[in-house]
């Protein structure tokens, strides 16, 4: 795990979310309050302002393929 990491790193911020919240279907958290999720995460040093649609999607998508994969 890095040190630190922005919306540039949708991989990591999936992981970290798969590991706080491993009981929440990443699909059905509304965009505003992912932003705030990840905004809160440990290690998290990206700029609030810096996030747009297709980061958070991107973030969405990594974090529900590691949701799908600790199901299995």
Partial sequence: M???????????IGIQL?????DTD????RFTDL???VT????F?????LSNEGKLEA???AWLEEHN????
Avoid: Y
Avoid at 18 to 22: S, T, V
Avoid at 26 to 29: C, D, E, F, G, T
Avoid at 40 to 43: E, I
Avoid at 45 to 49: A, H, I, L
């Fill in 2 to 12: 890095p040190a630190t990491f922005d919306w540039d790193d949708p991989e990591e």
């Fill in 18 to 22: 798969a590991d706080k919240f491993p």
């Fill in 26 to 29: 990443p699909l059905s958290v």
């Fill in 35 to 37: 932003h705030k999720w």
């Fill in 40 to 43: 809160g995460l440990a290690g």
């Fill in 45 to 49: 040093s990206g700029d609030p302002k």
């Fill in 59 to 61: 973030i969405q998508m």
């Fill in 69 to 72: 994969d600790r199901k299995q």
